[in-house]
């Protein structure tokens, strides 16, 4: 019995003793996986490329993201990252409700082309009630109305040799003293061309208002919500994502979040 | 008692316990669940919040459980909301850091990885664990099936039910045998971990993504939504803690020497008594 008793007086010490200096040493040896460019984090980062490449072999191309019944819509879409773009070119567009408003199809395509927002409005529309999945964490359900991305592409005519978009947006998510920093996103062209992919100008039945992308938000329902770039102006068809940003395919990507986006 | 009486400790078989593959798996494991526990916290702190359903509720009330913190007369109080019940769990949770430097977090830096602010990071440490741990589940699920492991030690058979209530008060004795195999409570605690737990914690994690969720859409109608399934893999993460500190508990109480050495080099002590078999050492 004795020997129970010494060993449970040891067991407590032991463990406080470890507890305690868990606690005052912290975890601050392995904040040099922060460190963007560290060859130790980019190993860890390969995982990522495995995973893109496991859910496009695993998901078929056309499988859609789950629709939700009109009853699931609970609340308003909560507005997050940019909300409200102060360019001067951007509130001279909202100023006059869009009117102006144009988006282009460039880069590798047939021809260079332009769409007024009455255009894509005058287009099949596709309404969809889906779930967005912020990166932080939480979840919101909203109906999305627009017009599918994949024939829009079609008339500009994709050339054979592009792999991605890269989608351009009009707000500057951060200011750095060597200027503005623009928000822009891309994907492949699989995500470009799936059926919900949407050019959305609609949210719960009203126009897209200004705090979630007015006047065109691009939606990509099997991605998290860092892939639904707001406030699209230009749409760029290239082989290489290299040239753009910090050459990660994305505002957040260039941030040290994975391109992909699909987990 | 005079010396010469006293018999000598016999000492039972050394017997070869381990296979190299749960060896390996047994220690992939361990570094696995260290930094998805700490890169998992770092998640969970870019949104401090669980709900049950498939949404979060902004305006509305689904929420589980919330860590932050409120500004009071005295000052910053880092507050925990658990099933509707309030805590003050500042030092803890939601405020933590010193007097001087106060951190507004959910987790305290001590338990991330990184210690600071930094969801990307925590994500690409978390994935790549996340595949290493499936990894491993994977070849130790294929060669426990084929030598046996599984059959032998994990799945519990009709004796191992009956033997249980047995069990359990030895080991609340601290009575603790040396067998060959597995006694009745640690059967079910690892078939509980690799049956229930372990597969629990990956298909939640799987029905975070928005990717994968259309490819297996039963996945939200199993765990009840997306916002369910990250709540219960919050709670498979506290039950695999606590599986941990009591794993830990009773390796210090059985012999760490002889579990670890059973772990590292397969082979096990057992108590004096236990009948020899072909292969075992003295």
């Not at chain 1, 609970?74 to 070119?89: A, C, V």
């Not at chain 1, 979840?139 to 500009?156: E, H, N, Q, R």
């Not at chain 1, 005519?157 to 920093?181: M, S, W």
């Not at chain 2, 700490?38 to 359903?53: D, K, R, T, V």
Request: glycine share 10%; hydrophobic share 40%; aromatic share 12%.
């Amino acid at each position: 019995m004795s020997n129970i008793i010494l060993s449970r007086r040891k067991l407590l010490i032991g463990s406080a003793a470890l507890g305690s200096s868990l606690a005052l040493t912290g975890c601050d040896q392995f904040d040099f996986l922060g460190q963007r460019g560290n060859p130790v984090r980019q190993a860890l980062e390969q995982a990522n490329v495995l995973t893109y490449r496991a859910q496009r072999a695993l998901i078929g191309d056309q499988t859609l993201a789950r629709e939700y019944s009109v009853s699931e819509i609970r609340q308003g879409m909560k507005p997050n990252g940019s909300t409200e773009p102060m360019t001067p070119e951007y509130l001279f567009l909202k100023g006059q409700n869009f009117a102006n408003y144009k988006l282009t199809i460039k880069g590798m395509v047939e021809r260079e082309v332009s769409f007024s927002l009455d255009e894509l409005r005058n287009m099949p529309a596709r309404s969809q009630i889906t779930r967005h999945d912020c990166v932080e964490g939480w979840s919101c359900i909203a109906k999305w109305t627009g017009t599918a991305l994949g024939p829009v592409l079609d008339m500009a005519g994709v050339k054979p040799e592009a792999r991605y978009c890269v989608y351009h947006c009009f707000d500057n998510i951060q200011k750095t003293l060597a200027g503005d920093v623009f928000y822009y996103e891309s994907s492949d062209l699989v995500d470009a061309y799936h059926p919900q992919t949407i050019l959305s100008y609609g949210l719960n039945d009203q126009v897209l208002p200004v705090s979630n992308g007015a006047p065109v938000r691009l939606r990509i329902e099997r991605a998290l919500g860092y892939k639904q770039p707001k406030y699209l102006h230009t749409i760029e068809l290239v082989d290489d994502l290299t040239p753009f940003g910090r050459g990660k395919g994305g505002y957040w990507p260039d941030n040290g979040y994975d391109w992909y986006g699909g987990i | 008692m005079t010396t010469e009486e006293k018999e000598p400790q016999a000492k039972g078989p050394l017997v070869y316990r381990q296979s190299v593959w749960t060896r390996v798996t047994h220690w992939v494991w361990a570094i696995c669940l260290f930094f998805l526990l700490l890169s998992g916290l770092q998640i969970f702190n870019a949104h401090p919040a669980l709900y049950i359903g498939q949404q979060s509720g902004f305006e509305f009330e689904n929420a589980v459980l919330e860590i932050g913190a409120v500004n009071t007369p005295e000052g910053p109080r880092g507050r925990t909301t658990v099933f509707g019940q309030t805590f003050d769990t500042t030092g803890v949770l939601g405020m933590s850091g010193t007097a001087e430097a106060p951190q507004f977090v959910g987790f305290p830096g001590a338990v991330t990885i990184p210690s600071f602010r930094d969801l990307a990071t925590g994500r690409v440490v978390h994935f790549f664990f996340g595949w290493v741990l499936v990894a491993a589940l994977f070849v130790w699920f294929l060669a426990s099936f084929i030598n046996g492991h599984l059959r032998r030690d994990i799945v519990p058979k009709g004796s191992d039910i009956s033997g249980l209530p047995k069990d359990a008060v030895d080991h609340a004795r601290l009575r603790l045998h040396h067998g060959r195999s597995y006694t009745p409570l640690q059967k079910l605690s690892y078939f509980a971990v690799f049956f229930v737990l372990f597969p629990l914690i990956i298909l939640t994690g799987l029905t975070m993504s928005p990717g994968m969720d259309a490819a297996w859409p039963w996945l939200l109608d199993v765990f009840g939504g997306r916002q369910t399934a990250r709540t219960i893999h919050f709670g498979v993460m506290v039950l695999l803690v606590l599986f941990f500190i009591v794993h830990i508990i009773m390796v210090l109480l059985a012999g760490p020497l002889n579990e670890l050495r059973s772990m590292i080099t397969g082979w096990y002590r057992t108590s004096p008594g236990t009948p020899a078999e072909a292969g075992d050492k003295p």
